[in-house]
C-alpha cells in the first residue's frame, strides 16, 4: 500500500468492475475469438474480415459516431452490422446477423471467472458502508455473481458516457447521496478512473495489481492511494 495523500473520510466506495475485480483480459480475447469463429462459419473464407480491417472498421465508425466509444455493445453491433452490408447484404439481414454476433460475445463475455477473495472482500465492505459499480464495459454483473454487493451499477453507454466523463461519477454521487470527497473510488486505469475521480471531486484508489510502476506510467493526476490487493481496503474502512 502507498499514500500519495492524507485519506479523507470515506462514506462510501464506488468500483471499477474490469481488471478491478476479476482478470478481464482472457474474458475478452475468448469472445472476439467467439466472434470470429461465428463469422468463419457463417462466410465464405475469403469474405471474413480480418483482424486488423476489424479495428479498423471499429475506428472509423467510431470517427463518425463518437458516441459509440461510450457504448461497447452498439459498437461492435454497428461494426458488424456494417460489415455485413459492406458485403452486399440487405439491411434488414445484417441488423439480424449483427444482433446474432452481438448476443454470441455477450455470452462468451459473462463467463467471468470472479476471484473468491473479491467476493470476501466485497462482502466485508458491503456490510460496513455503501457500495456502487460504476464501469465502462459491458459485462452483466448478476449473471458474474457481483450485483448483490452494490446498491446500484453504472454502466457506460446505457446510463452516460465512459469513464473519466463525469455521467457515471454523478450518476454515482448523486445516488450515494453524500459529498464526492467522502467517497473513494477503486479502478486499475490511471486514466479513466483515477484521473476520472480526482476530476470530478472522489477520492481514488488506484488498483495496481500487476506490479506497474507509477513513475514510468503516462500519469495525468497522482491517485489519494496504491493498493496492490483488494484486501488492503479493508483497514480504510472503520
Not at 9 to 33: G, K, S
Not at 115 to 135: C, D, F, Q
Request: net charge negative.
Amino acid at each position: 500500500m502507498q499514500f500519495y495523500r492524507q485519506l479523507g473520510q470515506i462514506n462510501a466506495l464506488t468500483f471499477d468492475l474490469d481488471d478491478t475485480l476479476y482478470d478481464n483480459h482472457p474474458v475478452i480475447v475468448r469472445a472476439e475469438q467467439a466472434m470470429f469463429d461465428w463469422l468463419a462459419q457463417l462466410l465464405p473464407a475469403s469474405m471474413v474480415i480480418s483482424r486488423d480491417d476489424w479495428q479498423r472498421l471499429k475506428q472509423q465508425l467510431a470517427a463518425v459516431d463518437s458516441s459509440l466509444s461510450h457504448d461497447v455493445s452498439a459498437w461492435r453491433y454497428e461494426a458488424l452490422k456494417i460489415n455485413f452490408m459492406q458485403l452486399g447484404w440487405r439491411l434488414k439481414d445484417a441488423e439480424l446477423a449483427a444482433r446474432q454476433g452481438l448476443d454470441l460475445v455477450l455470452v462468451e463475455r459473462n463467463k467471468v471467472d470472479v476471484p473468491a477473495e473479491t467476493h470476501r472482500v466485497l462482502a466485508l465492505l458491503s456490510a460496513k458502508v455503501p457500495l456502487v459499480g460504476i464501469t465502462n464495459g459491458n459485462v452483466d454483473p448478476q449473471q458474474i455473481g457481483l450485483a448483490d454487493y452494490f446498491s446500484a451499477i453504472y454502466q457506460a453507454g446505457r446510463d452516460g458516457l465512459a469513464k473519466p466523463k463525469a455521467d457515471l461519477f454523478t450518476s454515482a454521487i448523486n445516488h450515494l447521496n453524500i459529498p464526492a470527497e467522502q467517497i473513494l473510488h477503486v479502478g486499475d486505469h490511471l486514466y479513466t478512473d483515477v484521473f476520472g475521480a480526482k476530476q470530478h471531486g472522489l477520492q481514488a484508489c488506484w488498483y495496481n495489481d500487476q506490479q506497474r510502476v507509477l513513475t514510468t506510467e503516462k500519469v495525468t493526476c497522482l491517485p489519494d492511494i496504491e493498493i496492490s490487493a483488494l484486501a488492503e481496503l479493508l483497514p480504510l474502512i472503520k
